[in-house]
């Protein structure tokens, strides 16, 4: 597994999650909830989601907005595992 390059990483966010942004070494995303009760129903499903992959992200919750941080500490940036993670949420969050 290798850090991918910053137009490795556009190219993929632009073709397979273009909700997703790169920012400071991450690649994020702010899921709007309704209420309480689905941004803390979606964080636990995430949480289930990156243990099950053996990933960590950096997840941060409020009121109505679930933000998710990906990055890969072992390889010092991006790699495919966040990738796949992030396809992962995207699948469980707003469907295929």
């Known amino acids: 597994m290798r850090a991918l390059t910053e137009p490795e990483i556009r190219a993929r966010l632009a073709a397979d999650l273009p909700?997703?942004?790169?920012?400071?070494?991450?690649i994020e995303r702010v899921y709007k909830?309704?209420?309480?009760?689905?941004?803390?129903?979606?964080?636990?499903?995430?949480?289930?989601?990156?243990?099950?992959a053996n990933h960590h992200p950096d997840l941060t919750a409020s009121y109505s907005r679930l933000a998710v941080r990906l990055s890969t500490h072992d390889v010092g940036?991006?790699?495919?595992?966040?990738?796949s993670l992030a396809g992962e949420i995207e699948k469980l969050l707003i469907g295929p």
Do not use: H, R
Not at 77 to 83: Q, T
């Open 19 to 26: 909700a997703w942004a790169l920012t400071e070494g991450v």
């Open 33 to 52: 909830f309704d209420a309480w009760k689905g941004t803390i129903m979606a964080l636990n499903a995430v949480a289930y989601l990156a243990e099950a």
């Open 77 to 83: 940036g991006i790699s495919d595992k966040d990738f």
